[in-house]
């Protein structure tokens, strides 16, 4: 097989998950320009490595050295969005952030649904952001999340599991603390 | 399974994903129990709002036209550290499928890489008659198809820095089929595709002031009919497999073509 040959096949197999490979890089780094940078690099690998690859997925195969590439990207980056996972220190905790004093800026941001899902799933540690975007978006099983990100299937099944509880509370809280400032509203003083 | 495991395995037994004895134990419960029910109800329908809610990020337009413009070029500098050579007013993409036959020539394997040391004769003769076979197994006998030299030399002249004679001879029984981009001596060269009955014959061309390419010849290799001469500052090398007058035919046609 020629190279031209060999970058023909390529591109047929990786173009079209571009557009899962853009998301999961645009929701990890969570900036437009830093997502086609990585998804850039990240092909660009994918087609050095490309000789080797005879599994059965591309996108998955892709996703794999997607996630590496901003991994490594974070790392470099924006190390503090790599703070290791503490599996011990109480989710809601590390929600704090979430639930600080309502200001007009968030108000603002958290105007409609969208924007304040959108926030949760941002304020997610990297690692739980990625098996949201896997599973919620890219409908992925749990099996091809676990080979992609390289974590046993019951790490999958528990990180998941955490993240959409940390989502969920979030989503509530901001939900709850209108109806209990009404109620004091009309209750109180 | 009592209620406070529930809510941990709840978006797994929602997904399908739990293993069976945890799907059995967690049925088992579900089956007496409205409260976690109904728990499960309020996260089935978080998990909708989140999937059909949280923004989805499309890759921007022109991003996999992008994509290809740096594979390409990736796939040219892999190989242009190996060469030390630029060659300017060669456009983009003639050097990277330039790249690209060079990276052929280096993994074919019968010929290994020649270093930047010119190639003699010999080497070249071996370098026509791999590409000449190359362009026939891989289907790829010509970039651009067309009998007309008048839509075949243009197209040269966009991707080289020389521009080759371009004639048809299908008057004389050798109609032009078309050109390709090819990679001999290390450098892009044209390759113009003539057939003579139903034998292709490649026409490689390039211009070689030095005369690195050795002396006229008129060999045998491997089965096909090779003659090399020089015009000018060009070099040229016939290969195919039709008889060898004939091919001395079409020689004379295109030293008088000029």
């Given amino acids: ?189 | 399974m009592d209620h406070k495991q529930v809510p941990s395995l709840a978006g797994a037994w929602l997904d399908g994903e739990l293993p069976a004895d945890s799907r059995i134990e967690m049925e088992a419960h579900l089956a007496g129990c409205a409260d976690c029910r109904e728990r499960i109800d309020a996260e089935r329908a978080f998990l909708a709002r989140l999937k059909s809610t949280a923004t989805y990020h499309p890759a921007p337009g022109g991003l996999a036209a992008r994509l290809s413009q740096a594979l390409r070029a990736e796939e040219t500098k892999n190989v242009v550290p190996l060469k030390h050579r630029s060659r300017p007013g060669i456009s983009w993409r003639g050097t990277a499928l330039a790249a690209s036959f060079v990276l052929a020539v280096l993994l074919s394997g019968g010929i290994g890489y020649m270093g930047s040391l010119p190639a003699s004769g010999d080497l070249i003769t071996q370098q026509i008659v791999d590409s000449h076979v190359r362009s026939l197994l891989a289907n790829h006998l010509t970039d651009v198809t067309s009998t007309d030299q008048h839509t075949v030399k243009p197209w040269f002249n966009g991707h080289l820095d020389t521009a080759p004679p371009v004639k048809n001879f299908a008057g004389e029984g050798f109609p032009l089929i078309g050109g390709r981009l090819d990679y001999i001596d290390h450098r892009p060269v044209a390759a113009m595709v003539y057939r003579h009955g139903l034998h292709p014959i490649n026409l490689f061309v390039w211009a070689d002031p030095a005369k690195t390419a050795g002396q006229p010849s008129v060999t045998e290799r491997q089965g096909y009919n090779i003659r090399h001469w020089v015009q000018g500052d060009l070099t040229y090398w016939l290969i195919s497999d039709v008889e060898a007058d004939q091919l001395a035919a079409l020689e004379a046609l295109l030293r008088k073509g000029e």
């Fill in chain 1, 1 to 189: 097989m020629t190279e031209r040959q060999r970058l023909g096949d390529f591109e047929r197999a990786v173009l079209p998950h571009m557009n899962a490979a853009y998301n999961l890089a645009r929701w990890l780094t969570r900036n437009d320009a830093d997502a086609e940078d990585v998804v850039q690099e990240a092909c660009l690998r994918a087609f050095r490595y490309y000789a080797g690859f005879t599994g059965e997925s591309p996108k998955a195969w892709l996703l794999t050295i997607l996630r590496n590439t901003c991994f490594s990207w974070l790392a470099k980056n924006r190390p503090a969005d790599l703070a290791p996972l503490d599996d011990v220190v109480s989710d809601s905790v590390a929600l704090a952030d979430e639930g600080g004093p309502q200001t007009p800026e968030r108000e603002f941001l958290a105007a409609d649904d969208r924007g304040r899902l959108d926030r949760l799933i941002a304020s997610l540690p990297a690692e739980f952001r990625e098996v949201i975007v896997l599973r919620e978006q890219e409908e992925l099983s749990y099996r091809e999340i676990s080979e992609i990100t390289a974590v046993p299937m019951g790490t999958v099944m528990s990180r998941l599991a955490r993240a959409r509880a940390r989502l969920r509370e979030g989503w509530e809280r901001q939900h709850a603390p209108k109806a209990g400032a009404g109620m004091r509203g009309s209750h109180g003083s």
